[in-house]
């Protein structure tokens, strides 16, 4: 293990730190005397402080430090938790995050945030706190002399000091052998120093019968010649002082030499007045117990294992292979057309079956709970506020949800720009809210759930409501829509998905990022996933993302298009449909429509698109696949059969081929042969824009939910 | 006839540090990540010296001084204190509740095995 890894290994633990940091904030707003909470807040700080300090991040030290000092106030119940220190704190945490990253990713923090808050926490502090300002260099004091630095014959490298003579007498108190030192090895340090002849005095030694094994008898006369000042000296003694009687005096004419300690210690001044021990950190088994079962944890974090992503993935390919090779053996024994062997078929399901349960065991490594995404939101939400001048509160439900690791690092853009979306355009200003009669603080809630193998996430707000008549206006303003469309409550919502689209009034430091709600929407959709939206005037927009489970196993139909297999996701149709012709209509000389339930749909051939057939099928043959896409709403997808409906192993083209536009990735059939997996939303693109006809009433929109 | 170390930290990135600074220096090193813990190694690990953190969730470096020093296993094994204060009233504090001495982080690795070697006889 290198100082470099273990550098990475610092980095990873600070990110766990200013999780429990996060988290231990949030609990002490709940409640700031659960002295647990503040202990594990203090602690937090202090091994970041710790681990900085190995690797020579003075500023994150010191603002650590700072940081840490307020913290201890609170510890020591000499501050009370007020709600501007709470919010300090908080700030405090977001800091020293920024400047964790900063650390690790070498660039400069922002300096001046830092010294805002540090002006701050020094505010909390008495002059007493602030005069040891915190550094690292002045601590190499408190080692011992390092006999390293020493030549091995006594002989100081270069220019010779004058030698000196010591004459120490030492008498050590029976806490002194209690406490682990051996005399014998403070003689052997000095013996590194020079010339020393020690004489033992016995004369306390008492009649055997009376001696006391616990007890010290036994004194020393040590004289030492060396070249060292005399601090040195007080160094090897540096940790038995106060345990052992000692007397250090420079032999010159029998002059006591003046005891000058070196700095930064109690010297032999008198000790202090014994300290009253309070009770240690460490809460009787009962009281933590009890603590924790109001928290709802069990003790301990439960036991882990780390383990490099890279061997988790391999071994999830090798499962997509244990997969396809079982359809394949499912596939070959059907062809061999056996008289009906019900062993042969029981096996293969059981094998099948114990395939399916090792490949979610294997996905479940991968799986992690939301919460740390969730807890960084929190700190979105305050900046959000402050830059807005708004009140805001974070909730969040079911943090405990588990999502595949790569999902939750992909969600975090498309999450903190909805966030801030929710407090800079959800929310409405304090006065607007009493004026209402809500509560002057808005309410961000983010909720994670599973329900029918996907997983749900929602950004919900308790503002006002999107402002249906000021969307579409600015959707007719920026030519997205053509004035006289009439379009559904839905689906003017689903406008803000629109490239190119933003409500605020006037750009805040928020908006203006350049980042839209469709390229939200486009992150999600590279997972796999879709998001939806829902809004009452007066109550609030909540935003729902609905994500596959895994990225690497789809169901799917498998179909053929163009004499070719190919495999459609089943999350994105709607329904399939055996069309009759008297639904289809010719639209212009090459568009068809079908009616389906008194609306008009756009048909599709999948083939035509994709340039594998150049001629139009007879309309009315194959089959059709409805599908909601987001450029061009319902549309019908025509292939020419659907085979099988299976889940396939999902592998993806960009990385072992190209890109190809439609496909979104591949996949292995049971026969071994490759089938391409289709994106809809981009077969539909490669269709040059079907033109808009207002005077057909568009179809109501209808969010499809798996 | 190697000198066994036991190192008591919550924070891995310092047990890391002591791990290859004491390795290095021929010590065999053993670690646990919190007091309760720490206890639990010393009896199995019989350490010829013990380091260990102040600050730790479920028992802290004072908590492991004390139990080492008189609990039913009293010891007399040199105990170490790692700390980042170097604050008198926390050294008194520890050496009356009986540690051997204390090293202050960031400790760079010739003082560490300097003052082992002096606590326990350890030759490099």
New interface residues.
């Given amino acids: 293990m290198s100082r470099n890894s273990i550098r990475d290994t610092f980095f990873e633990e600070c990110e766990e730190l200013l999780e429990a940091l996060v988290e231990g904030l949030s609990s002490m707003e709940q409640d700031p005397d659960d002295m647990d909470v503040v202990n594990a807040v203090f602690r937090a700080v202090h091994s970041i402080k710790g681990g900085a300090g190995a690797f020579a991040l003075d500023r994150l030290v010191s603002f650590a430090h700072t940081f840490e000092t307020v913290m201890d106030k609170v510890r020591s119940q000499e501050l009370k938790v007020t709600e501007p220190l709470m919010h300090l704190f908080h700030r405090s945490g977001d800091q020293l995050a920024d400047l964790v990253e900063a650390a690790r990713d070498e660039r400069e923090p922002n300096a001046e945030s830092e010294a805002a808050i540090l002006k701050e926490l020094d505010g909390y502090l008495g002059e007493a706190d602030k005069d040891e300002s915190f550094s690292f260099d002045a601590v190499t004091l408190d080692f011992g002399a390092a006999p390293v630095e020493i030549a091995e014959d006594g002989d100081a490298d270069g220019e010779e000091a004058a030698l000196r003579s010591f004459h120490i007498r030492f008498k050590p108190s029976p806490a002194l052998y209690a406490n682990g030192h051996e005399p014998l090895l403070l003689f052997d340090a000095l013996a590194e120093l020079g010339e020393l002849r020690a004489t033992a005095d016995l004369s306390g030694l008492p009649e055997f019968d009376a001696f006391d094994p616990n007890g010290a008898v036994l004194a020393w006369t040590l004289r030492l010649e060396t070249s060292e000042p005399e601090t040195v000296l007080h160094e090897i003694f540096e940790f038995v002082e106060s345990l052992c009687e000692l007397d250090i005096r420079e032999h010159d004419g029998l002059k006591p030499s003046p005891l000058a300690p070196p700095p930064d210690l109690p010297g032999l001044a008198p000790p202090p007045a014994p300290l009253d021990f309070d009770e240690p950190a460490a809460a009787s088994d009962a009281a933590e117990l009890r603590a924790d079962a109001q928290r709802g944890e069990a003790r301990g974090p439960r036991p882990t294992l780390r383990v490099d992503l890279e061997r988790v993935d391999r071994l999830i390919n090798t499962v997509g292979e244990l997969i396809i090779n079982q359809a394949m053996i499912s596939q070959r024994i059907e062809e061999l057309e056996l008289p009906a062997v019900a062993h042969l078929t029981n096996e293969l399901e059981a094998y099948k079956l114990l395939a399916r349960d090792i490949q979610e065991g294997v996905m479940a490594i991968r799986a992690q709970p939301v919460k740390p995404l969730f807890q960084r939101m929190s700190r979105i939400v305050r900046e959000a506020a402050e830059a807005t001048g708004k009140k805001a509160r974070l909730v969040t439900v079911g943090d405990s949800t588990e999502v595949d690791k790569t999902v939750i690092e992909r969600l975090a853009d498309p999450l903190t720009h909805m966030v801030r979306n929710a407090v800079d355009h959800g929310l409405e200003k304090s006065d607007v809210r009493a004026a209402a009669g809500k509560e002057a603080i808005g309410t961000i809630r983010l909720s994670a759930s599973h329900r029918s193998g996907s997983v749900f996430i929602e950004i919900g707000d308790d503002g006002a409501g999107l402002n249906r008549a000021r969307i579409l206006e600015k959707a007719i303003e920026k030519g997205l829509v053509l004035p006289e469309a009439e379009l559904s409550e839905s689906e003017i919502d689903n406008l803000l998905f629109l490239p190119g689209f933003s409500t605020a009034s006037e750009v805040s430091n928020l908006s203006g990022r350049g980042v839209g709600m469709d390229v939200v929407k486009n992150a999600v959709a590279a997972l796999g996933g879709r998001v939806s939206i829902a809004s009452s005037p007066g109550a609030g927009t909540t935003f729902t993302i609905v994500l596959p489970l895994t990225l690497a196993v789809m169901d799917g139909f498998v179909i053929s298009v163009a004499d070719q297999t190919m495999v459609i996701p089943i999350a994105s149709i709607i329904e399939t449909i055996r069309p009759s012709q008297r639904d289809l209509h010719a639209v212009g000389t090459k568009g068809v429509v079908i009616l389906v339930r008194g609306a008009y749909v756009p048909v599709v051939d999948v083939a035509f698109n994709l340039g594998l057939a150049s001629a139009r099928k007879e309309a009315g043959e194959g089959v059709l696949l409805l599908v909601s896409t987001e450029s061009q709403g319902l549309t019908a997808l025509r292939v020419e059969a659907i085979h099988d409906q299976r889940q396939v192993v999902i592998k993806s083209l960009e990385s072992n081929y190209a890109a190809i536009p439609g496909v979104s990735a591949a996949t292995i059939l049971g026969d071994g042969k490759i089938a391409l997996i289709l994106d809809p939303e981009e077969v539909v693109k490669l269709q040059p824009a079907a033109p808009y006809f207002p005077a057909i009433t568009p179809p109501k929109l209808e969010l499809h939910h798996a | 006839m190697t000198t066994k170390v036991l190192a008591i930290d ?5 047990r ?2 002591l ?2 600074s004491l390795e290095g220096a021929g010590f065999e090193f053993h670690s646990a990540c919190d ?2 813990e720490g206890v639990e190694q010393f009896a199995e690990v019989e350490p010829d010296v013990v380091i260990t ?1 102040i ?6 470096g ?2 492991v001084i ?1 139990t080492l ?1 008189s609990g039913p296993n009293r ?5 170490i204190v790692l700390t ?1 204060e ?1 604050g ?2 926390l ?3 520890a ?2 509740a ?11 690795d ?6 082992l ?5 350890h030759m490099v």
Avoid: C
């Avoid at chain 2, 919550?10 to 310092?14: C, L």
């Fill in positions: 919550d924070s891995r990135t310092i890391n540090l791990r290859i007091g309760v953190d600050n730790m969730p479920n028992m802290d004072f908590g004390e020093r010891t007399t094994v040199p105990i980042t170097s008198a009233d050294k008194t504090r050496r009356e009986g540690a051997t001495g204390w090293i202050v982080k960031p400790f760079d010739a003082s560490l095995v300097s003052v070697r002096r606590l326990t006889g």
